[in-house]
């Protein structure tokens, strides 16, 4: 009897937590309900979640217009390459010989990258939007060619190449919303 009575508590407790569990797992997993603007960005993307995601992780995304949400990708994507920039400068200090030259040319292309999305940011300002898209592809191909000078080793930068690649095709999609309206 003891046996039974112990299996009914365990069941009854298993299932009162998943009653409990279960509504605010399904309400984490549908938070985001994207507007129209950012439906329409990311759609064009080949990751429409990470899209999603990367806009929404700044509170002004909800409200955004198209201005601000301009600002709210080249900014991701601009502190994104400074961000990698600044680790490209701390791996450089404990650099093997055979890294020295990959990292610095990833240094180089991250100064460009980090310099042509400082430049996205000053059009906007200045409301000159013809060059975005343009700026945004330098940008992605600099993480291209840190990445290629990798090539035939592993790249230490690799995560970081592959997300400024892809905050950069969030930002030329952008680009697209002022030179088509």
């Known amino acids: 009897m003891k046996k039974v009575t112990y299996s009914y508590l365990c069941l009854s407790l298993l299932l009162a937590i998943s009653i409990f569990i279960q509504p605010s797992y399904a309400a984490a997993t549908t938070a985001i309900q994207p507007t129209n603007l950012v439906k329409k960005v990311c759609s064009q993307t080949s990751n429409y979640n990470f899209c999603v995601e990367t806009l929404y992780a700044d ?6 217009d198209r201005y601000v949400l301009a600002y709210v990708i080249f900014g991701s994507a ?16 404990n650099a093997t010989a055979s890294q020295m030259p990959r990292l610095k040319r990833c ?20 409301e000159t939007f013809e060059s975005l898209a343009k700026l945004s592809r330098i940008a ?8 290629t000078s990798f090539k035939g080793t592993r790249s230490p930068l690799t995560t970081n190449n592959k997300g400024l690649k892809g905050l950069c095709e969030i930002c030329a999609v952008v680009s697209k919303l002022f030179v088509m309206s």
């Open 140 to 147: 992605s191909s600099a993480a291209d060619d840190c990445e």
């Open 78 to 93: 601009y502190q994104s390459a400074t961000t990698t920039h600044d680790q490209i400068n701390l791996l450089l200090k």
């Open 107 to 126: 240094d180089r292309d991250y100064t460009k990258a980090v310099s042509k999305l400082l430049e996205a940011h000053d059009d906007l300002d200045s």
């Open 59 to 64: 509170p002004r995304t909800p409200e955004a």
